[in-house]
């Protein structure tokens, strides 16, 4: 058992910028040695959380994520409130470079005191690309945040996991017809508890039209809740005209499904996901790195293609080598 960490510990829930920073790089750390100390220090943050309201934002490159969250992140610290941007990033993944959460993106909102913003961690980790970030959410709700943003853009699997983490999954869309259709398709509408329709200042008719169209098209979908129809706002990031609107919706929804204990449930339920996501990666990574299974794993494919074994006596027999 490793001992905490009580510098990091301590500033972390000091609401200290640095320590969160570097608690959260040794999360991301590849290091045996870093991993066992992050797990150790989250296990000691974790009665510190769960007191922030978690809003997933994603839509397309050029949408305006991050020209919204800096609006956002900016009138919520006008209120007196603290918040975190964190990034899922399957781009990262593939090139090692990251198109979200970088820095220079918000840059006002990056010199704000009461503000966090990390970028996307490059390296995959056995959970996935999600995994680190979940992570650090928590770490920053230790840390005092009061609204944790967590941004994708639409590709991959990066929205479902993003759906997955946080309490409210939002979606930017532009107000060009057509495009409802591709989020219905990718059935990334269906995750979504709120819909926003941005640069609605460079033609409100277009933008009213993209939202009418939204409606009808939310009415075909299995609502996400009996108790929240999902709204669809029109919003311009650049002017920050909608901002404080989209806060009273977020605040109206966290009200509305704490009510029906629908709130609590959809975190119980994360919790339990995220567990299982990490046995069976956990699982999957075990069964890779066995000797035996390493050895003897390409006989068996060859064999499975050729017909000469079933698939299923070969599954048993490789699986049964975890045992030996
Ligand atoms: P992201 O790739 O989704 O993060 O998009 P950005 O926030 O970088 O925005 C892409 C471009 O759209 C930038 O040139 C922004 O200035 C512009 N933009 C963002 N929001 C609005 C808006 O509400 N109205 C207009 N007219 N332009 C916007």
């Known amino acids: 058992m490793n001992t905490v960490d ?21 999360i991301e750390s590849q290091r045996e040695d870093h991993r066992a100390r992050a797990h150790t220090l989250l296990e000691a943050l974790l009665p510190h959380t769960g007191s922030a309201i978690r809003i997933g934002i994603s839509g397309v490159p050029g949408v305006g994520k991050s020209t919204f969250i800096e609006a956002f992140g900016l009138y919520l610290i006008e209120q007196g409130l603290r918040v975190a ?29 009461a503000a966090f913003i990390r970028p996307s961690p490059s390296a995959g980790s056995l ?30 699997q990066s929205e479902t996991a993003v759906a997955g983490m946080t309490d409210l999954f939002c979606l930017l869309q532009l107000p060009n017809a057509g495009d409802e259709l591709q989020a219905i398709k990718k059935g990334v509408m269906e995750l979504a508890g709120l819909i926003i329709i941005n640069k609605a200042d460079i033609s409100l ?25 999902v709204p669809v706002l029109t919003l311009s990031a650049l002017q920050k005209d909608g901002i404080a609107e989209f806060w009273d919706t977020v605040k109206r929804y966290r009200d509305t499904m ?33 000797p035996r299974v390493r050895a003897e794993l390409p006989g068996f494919t060859a064999a499975v293609e050729e017909g ?17």
Do not use: Y
Request: glycine letters at 8%; hydrophobic letters at 45%; proline letters at 5%.
């Open 127 to 156: 959970g996935g690309v999600a995994e680190k970030t979940r992570e650090a959410m928590l770490v920053c709700e230790a840390s005092g945040f009061d609204v944790i943003v967590v941004e994708t853009v639409g590709v991959g």
């Open 85 to 113: 941007v964190l990034a899922v990033d399957p781009s990262s993944n593939l090139s090692g470079g990251s198109i979200l959460g970088d820095k220079t993106r918000m840059e006002l909102l990056s010199r704000e005191p």
């Open 258 to 290: 704490t009510a029906s204990g629908e709130f609590a449930a959809r975190r119980k339920h994360q919790a339990a996901t995220w567990m299982w996501e990490l046995i069976d990666a956990s699982l999957k990574h075990r069964f890779h790195q066995h």
């Open 6 to 26: 009580h510098a990091l510990l301590d500033g972390v829930l000091a609401h200290q910028l640095r320590p969160l920073a570097k608690t959260i790089t040794l």
């Open 205 to 229: 008719a277009a933008a009213q039209t993209a939202c009418s169209h939204i409606r009808t098209a939310l009415r075909m979908l299995r609502p996400m809740s009996p108790n929240w129809p």
């Open 308 to 324: 000469r074994v079933t698939p299923s006596a070969a599954a048993r027999e490789l699986l049964g080598f975890l045992n030996g």
